[in-house]
């Protein structure tokens, strides 16, 4: 059974960056297309981005693009959220997950191991 662990999370002023990770354990990285989502107060969990499981094809909601940027390290079984030009709008609990297909759903439907989420928070 894969586990997966964030860490990475804090209180940051606006433009300020931050770096979240997700340790996945019981299972290689590789056979996982691994998402990013985040829940902010009174509002639904929404997707962020993704990375493909061969990590060829990544894919991002339109208000991060260009800010955010995920990536992985198949050695440290690690997946990264890399958050520059922080806006108040991104404060959120991040999730990360794992989902065992080949293609990129932005749905957290299709996802079936998520970690327990760390905060991220943007002072204004």
């Known amino acids: 059974q894969v586990q997966l662990v964030e860490s990475g999370g804090g209180l940051v002023q606006v433009g300020g960056s931050l770096r979240l990770s997700c340790v996945v354990s019981g299972r290689t990285l590789s056979i996982y297309t691994m998402g990013w989502f985040r829940r902010a107060p009174g509002k639904e969990r929404e997707f962020v981005a993704a990375?493909?499981?061969?990590?060829?094809?990544?894919k991002y909601t339109d208000s991060v693009k260009g800010r955010f940027t995920i990536s992985r390290d198949i050695a440290k079984n690690t997946v990264y959220l890399q958050m520059n030009s922080l806006k108040p709008e991104d404060t959120a609990v991040y999730y990360c997950?794992?989902?065992?297909?080949?293609?990129?759903?932005?749905?957290?439907?299709?996802?079936?191991?998520w970690g327990q989420g760390t905060q991220v928070t943007v002072s204004s």
């Open positions: 997950a794992a989902d065992s297909s080949s293609v990129i759903f932005i749905t957290d439907l299709r996802y079936d191991d």
């Open positions: 990375i493909s499981r061969t990590g060829g094809t990544t």
